[in-house]
Structures are given as structure tokens and as C-alpha cells.
């Protein structure tokens, strides 16, 4: 044994995970995301001798330990995989380990039992990013190409396939890859890049969960002298989600 995962709560040491080198936890980036309601962790395992990473939940206190997927290689833009409100289900973006040209990149639910679903496969060329869980039922993500034709979308975390795409029509070159969810977890807000009468604008947009958008702001970049006016790429919602 090369390494142990321990957590530690109230003086005891827990052992979650135990591993050598060939199938390895340790050399990897754990990626370790505690559960909303703190009963559960889940980590991410390198296999070493097939060049594969797996996907594993357990009990805080090592126990009841589930692969929810194997085979798989995982996206990672600082977070492999995000956890629903209610701690009962794991969404996270993966290629098939085999797959070396023209691969297709898909987001996958999974509960608790390693029950899973495909609820979005993006086309090659295309990636996703920024997965975000509003609600317990819907997730937003961006699908995203090069800086061009980026698209944001409101999936079904049922996996029926009632995904929205909510960017159509908008003209958007490209989006900001943040996601701004009000505090109620009814609306969202985006940001948006085009260029109107060939003048590089940024567009704050606003969103509800069955897709109705609006632009709220606009700020046409414009030059004084040294000074520049842009849409700094952060917004706050107010805790009353008002403004």
C-alpha cells in the first residue's frame, strides 16, 4: 500500500479509500466534493493500467462505497462532476475512454445507486462547460466552440429530453463561461458578447427556468482618451432576488 484517503471528524480518522499504483487514487487529482447535506463524499480514481478514471461516492465514514461510472474520462474546468441541492443525484461531463477522433462529449446523471443517465451529447467541436445545478430538476450548462456559436442551455435532469436551448436568436459571438443563479433559484443571469453595427458590445441577460431570456443591460465598449466603458464579467443578485 502506497497511500491511504483519510478524512477526519471530531478526532477520528475515517479511511474513504486505500490504493497502490497501479489503480490509484493517490496519483491523481482526488477531487474530492463533499455532499450539500455533508453525509456523503465523492472522489475521482485514476486507473493507471488502463489509462481510465472512475467515478466513486461513499458514506462519510468510508462505508457503502459505489462506482457510479468506469471507462470514462472526465472534463475537467476545476470541478470533474457537481452535485445536486438535495445531495441525491451527481451530474458530470465524460468522453468514452476508447474514443480517440471525433468524440462526443456528454453530460450523465447519476443517483446514488449508480443509476445514470445521458440527458446531453454535444457533437465534436464542441465542449461543455460551467455545469450548474438550479434546481433539483434542471441544470444549466454551456456548449461552447472555439469563442463561436456558444450556446446555453437548460437541461432536464430527469433525462427525458426536454432540454431548452434559451441563446437562439440572440446574435451572442460568444458567452462568458459564468453562471449567476439568483438566490430563490428561479432565475439566472449570463453574459453575452456580439457585435452590432461592428462595435464590440456586452450584453447582461436574464433568464427563467423554462427559458424566457431578456437582455436586462447593454455596454458598447467605447473609447475616451486612456479610459475604456466595458460590462466588468461579474454580476450579484440581491438575497431577495429582486435585482
Same mark, same amino acid.
Given at each position: 500500500?502506497?497511500?491511504?484517503?483519510?478524512?477526519?471528524? !471530531?478526532?477520528?480518522?475515517?479511511?474513504? $479509500?486505500? %490504493?497502490?499504483?497501479?489503480?490509484?487514487?493517490?496519483?491523481?487529482?482526488?477531487?474530492?466534493?463533499?455532499?450539500?447535506? /455533508?453525509?456523503?463524499?465523492?472522489?475521482?480514481?485514476?486507473?493507471?493500467?488502463?489509462?481510465?478514471?472512475?467515478? +466513486?461516492?461513499?458514506?462519510? @465514514?468510508?462505508?457503502?462505497?459505489?462506482?457510479?461510472? #468506469?471507462?470514462?474520462?472526465?472534463? =475537467?474546468?476545476?470541478?470533474?462532476?457537481? +452535485? /445536486?441541492?438535495?445531495?441525491?443525484?451527481?451530474?458530470?461531463?465524460?468522453?468514452?475512454?476508447? %474514443?480517440?477522433?471525433? %468524440?462526443? &462529449?456528454?453530460?450523465? &446523471?447519476?443517483?446514488?445507486?449508480?443509476? $445514470?443517465?445521458?440527458?446531453?451529447?454535444?457533437?465534436?467541436?464542441?465542449?461543455? *462547460?460551467?455545469?450548474?445545478?438550479?434546481?433539483? !430538476?434542471?441544470? &444549466?450548462?454551456? !456548449? &461552447?466552440?472555439?469563442?463561436?456559436?456558444?450556446?446555453?442551455?437548460?437541461?432536464?435532469?430527469?433525462?427525458?429530453?426536454?432540454?431548452?436551448?434559451?441563446?437562439?436568436?440572440?446574435?451572442? @459571438? *460568444?458567452?462568458?463561461?459564468?453562471?449567476?443563479?439568483?438566490?430563490?433559484? !428561479?432565475?439566472?443571469?449570463?453574459?453575452?458578447?456580439?457585435?452590432?453595427?461592428?462595435?464590440? #458590445?456586452?450584453?447582461?441577460?436574464? /433568464?427563467?427556468?423554462?427559458?424566457?431570456? *431578456?437582455?436586462?443591460?447593454?455596454?458598447?465598449? #467605447?473609447?475616451?482618451?486612456? %479610459? =475604456?466603458? +466595458?460590462?466588468?464579467?461579474?454580476?450579484?443578485?440581491?438575497?431577495? /432576488?429582486? $435585482?
Amino acid at each position: 500500500i502506497d497511500c491511504l484517503f483519510f478524512f477526519f471528524k !471530531q478526532k477520528t480518522a475515517y479511511e474513504i $479509500k486505500e %490504493c497502490d499504483w497501479s489503480s490509484d487514487v493517490c496519483s491523481s487529482d482526488l477531487s474530492i466534493k463533499w455532499s450539500p447535506d /455533508s453525509n456523503f463524499i465523492a472522489y475521482i480514481k485514476y486507473v493507471r493500467d488502463i489509462s481510465s478514471e472512475e467515478l +466513486w461516492v461513499s458514506n462519510i @465514514d468510508g462505508s457503502n462505497k459505489i462506482k457510479i461510472d #468506469t471507462g470514462r474520462k472526465f472534463y =475537467d474546468d476545476g470541478d470533474y462532476y457537481y +452535485w /445536486s441541492p438535495d445531495s441525491k443525484k451527481i451530474a458530470y461531463r465524460s468522453i468514452d475512454n476508447e %474514443c480517440t477522433a471525433n %468524440c462526443l &462529449v456528454e453530460l450523465r &446523471v447519476s443517483d446514488m445507486s449508480a443509476n $445514470k443517465k445521458t440527458i446531453f451529447t454535444s457533437p465534436d467541436g464542441f465542449e461543455l *462547460y460551467r455545469v450548474e445545478w438550479v434546481n433539483n !430538476q434542471k441544470i &444549466v450548462f454551456l !456548449q &461552447v466552440s472555439n469563442y463561436e456559436n456558444d450556446r446555453l442551455w437548460i437541461g432536464d435532469a430527469t433525462g427525458s429530453g426536454n432540454n431548452i436551448l434559451i441563446t437562439e436568436g440572440f446574435g451572442f @459571438d *460568444y458567452l462568458h463561461y459564468e453562471i449567476f443563479i439568483a438566490p430563490d433559484r !428561479q432565475l439566472f443571469a449570463f453574459i453575452g458578447v456580439g457585435h452590432p453595427d461592428g462595435i464590440h #458590445t456586452d450584453f447582461l441577460n436574464i /433568464s427563467d427556468l423554462q427559458g424566457n431570456a *431578456y437582455v436586462l443591460r447593454e455596454v458598447r465598449h #467605447t473609447h475616451f482618451g486612456d %479610459c =475604456d466603458s +466595458w460590462l466588468e464579467h461579474e454580476a450579484y443578485w440581491l438575497p431577495d /432576488s429582486d $435585482k
